[in-house]
Structure formats: C-alpha cells, structure tokens
C-alpha cells in the first residue's frame, strides 16, 4: 500500500503544499492543503479549485499510517467525507485535531476506531491553535530556520500536552453544528 503523500500525488490530491518532505527518525512531514472533493474540470488542462478541502494541513506519516493530523474545515459536514478519503491512512493510535469553523463546542470523539478532537476555530489559524495548545511561543519556533523543524517541535510538544476535549458520540458532535463562525479578512 501507498503512504499518504503517494496517494495524494498519484490522485493529484495535494493542493498548494508549503512543505512536503522527510523529517528525522523515518518521519514524513506535510503542510498544505488535501482535496476532499475537487472542483469540477473544465478543459484537459483547467480545473476549479476543490469543492471541500481540509485546509492548514499540518501531518506526519510513518510508512502507511499518519501519526499527526491537524486540519482547518470548513464545517463538520466535511468530516465524514475527508475521512473516508483518506481513512487507509488514519492510525487508531494517531493524534488527530480539527479545527472547524461552523462548532459552537468541542469534544474527543471516536469514528470507526480513530480518535478525532474537534475544536471551534473562528480568526486564528491552525498553526497558532496549536502553538498555543503544546504552549509554544512564535519566538520559540522562529529560532527554528527550517520548516521541518519546527514541525517535528510542534509535534512532540502536542505528544505531551492535553489535547483532548469532552468525550462526545460523533452524533453528539453534529449537535454542535451551527453558522460559520469564521471571519473573513481583507477588502470589504
């Protein structure tokens, strides 16, 4: 069987990578964003962007199996697709997050054997979640030149901290679903 990365390249599921490549003791890190649906083609050579995306990826994978998952969505609706997608690859010994935009709450649950924590997110970023969840300071990480140091940081970090939220059904999570709670920046 492929690894994840194989995967995503041979079904061009990979979209808009930042990092991509091997970290230490047979790790493989990822930063980017992963297809969950794509957009639909309109020539040979032209095709819309994804339809659903897990967005700010940030995983490690060892061989086959993801070690690290952590993902922006854009809402809960998204799980269930994403996640059989990609399910080959998702380790029932994984530290997996979610950040998710339309939550109104948070909570540990467990989906065919695999443990997810979802929390709401609104104006950060996946990466500053997490910063501050392993309760790492940016300067801590800008003293790290390479990216795929400061990925193998955040991840041991996350390895210690306490990640998890509530022990909730995955039906008890799409109770939670509400409004999009995600404000976009920019030009108004």
Known sequence: MATVIEYMKENELDWQPSFSGELNDGLYGYRGAMIVEEGKQLSPD??????IQARQVIMINEGEA????ACELESFNDFKPMFEKYKQFFSK??????YVTDLEGNGTFEYEGVKFT???LDESSVWNELLELADLEKSDMKALKKNEEKIEKLYEELLDADVEEASK?????????GKSSKVLMGAV
Not at 46 to 51: D, F, N
Not at 93 to 98: F, I, S, Y
């Open 169 to 177: 059904s995955f039906d008890d999570m799409c109770q939670l679903i």
């Open 46 to 51: 032209r095709k819309l962007p994804p339809k």
């Open 118 to 120: 979802a929390f709401m």
């Open 66 to 69: 993801i070690k690290f998952f």
């Open 93 to 98: 010994d994984g530290l997996n997050l979610l």
